[in-house]
């Protein structure tokens, strides 16, 4: 089953402009990571971001987490055509009995125009 | 490091045949994990190995599906026999010890797109 739910399911906008891709879950976590897959191609690990912590960056990433809520965001800034990519959020559930095991969102399918 | 190498990266055959999809983790990732993509159902986990020794398989679907993992560098995943239904993008993914930094991270490999006729 899915855990995360990404939101919206497609993105479009153009280079330059700021994207914002939100995910909820459902359970209480370990960490919450954020992956990239480029069409025909397999996943890249972004950023993690553990339960303890509400913000964090890297790059043009800018990644939140509100445990209350039970949600996260990715902001990408500046962005460039080659951000055109379907991006999941990943939890690590507690009660799964090990952090190491993902449950991945529906994705988001982010396109900009050059 | 080369990253994950998964073979075939395609793969087409006729329903009752069996398939096997191959994986090599990165060198020295304690994990691995074998997953399957498609557009109805998404990235579901199948089975993950820790130390070579398959920790959680619940997500496989049934018992045509089996997975090994006979040395710390090879794994497979087969199907037996294969059904349309099946047929879907197969990714394997290996992750790090907890000595390492990166030891949440997953590195995903290219897939095996399979399509059962």
Same mark, same amino acid.
Request: hydrophobic share 30%; with cysteine; aromatic share 8%.
């Given at each position: 089953?899915?855990?995360?739910?990404?939101?919206?399911?497609?993105?479009?906008?153009?280079?330059?402009?700021?994207?914002?891709?939100?995910?909820?879950?459902?359970?209480?976590?370990?960490?919450?990571?954020?992956?990239?897959?480029?069409?025909?191609?397999?996943?890249?690990?972004?950023?993690?971001?553990?339960?303890?912590?509400?913000?964090?960056?890297?790059?043009?990433?800018?990644? /939140?987490?509100?445990? #209350?809520?039970? @949600?996260?965001?990715? =902001?990408?800034?500046? $962005?460039?055509?080659?951000? %055109?990519?379907?991006?999941?959020?990943? /939890?690590?559930?507690? #009660?799964?009995? @090990?952090?190491?095991? =993902?449950?991945?969102? $529906?994705?988001?399918?982010? %396109?900009?125009?050059? | 490091?080369?990253?994950?190498?998964?073979?075939?990266?395609?793969?087409?055959?006729?329903?009752?045949?069996?398939?096997?999809?191959?994986?090599?983790?990165?060198?020295?990732?304690?994990?691995?994990?074998?997953?399957?993509?498609?557009?109805?159902?998404?990235?579901?986990?199948?089975?993950?190995?820790?130390?070579?020794?398959?920790?959680?398989?619940?997500?496989?679907?049934?018992?045509?599906?089996?997975?090994?993992?006979?040395?710390?560098?090879?794994?497979?995943?087969?199907?037996?026999?294969?059904?349309?239904?099946?047929?879907?993008?197969?990714?394997?993914?290996?992750?790090?010890?907890?000595?390492?930094?990166?030891?949440?991270?997953?590195?995903?490999?290219?897939?095996?797109?399979?399509?059962?006729?």
């Amino acid at each position: 089953s899915q855990q995360g739910e990404e939101d919206p399911q497609a993105l479009s906008i153009q280079e330059g402009e700021n994207a914002t891709m939100n995910c909820s879950y459902k359970t209480s976590i370990n960490n919450l990571q954020w992956y990239r897959q480029n069409s025909g191609r397999g996943l890249v690990h972004l950023i993690l971001i553990r339960s303890n912590e509400r913000e964090k960056h890297s790059g043009r990433l800018r990644v /939140t987490l509100d445990t #209350s809520k039970k @949600s996260s965001s990715l =902001l990408i800034t500046a $962005s460039r055509a080659a951000d %055109t990519a379907s991006y999941f959020c990943a /939890t690590a559930s507690i #009660s799964s009995g @090990s952090a190491r095991q =993902l449950t991945f969102g $529906s994705g988001t399918q982010l %396109t900009v125009l050059p | 490091d080369a990253g994950v190498i998964q073979s075939p990266r395609h793969e087409v055959t006729e329903m009752g045949q069996e398939v096997t999809l191959r994986c090599k983790p990165i060198s020295g990732h304690d994990y691995l994990f074998w997953y399957r993509q498609t557009m109805m159902r998404g990235l579901e986990l199948l089975i993950y190995f820790n130390n070579n020794v398959p920790i959680d398989d619940s997500g496989m679907p049934e018992d045509r599906f089996s997975a090994k993992m006979p040395n710390a560098s090879f794994s497979t995943l087969k199907i037996q026999p294969s059904e349309p239904r099946d047929s879907a993008v197969y990714f394997c993914a290996s992750s790090p010890g907890a000595g390492a930094s990166s030891y949440n991270e997953q590195f995903f490999g290219p897939g095996t797109r399979l399509t059962v006729l």
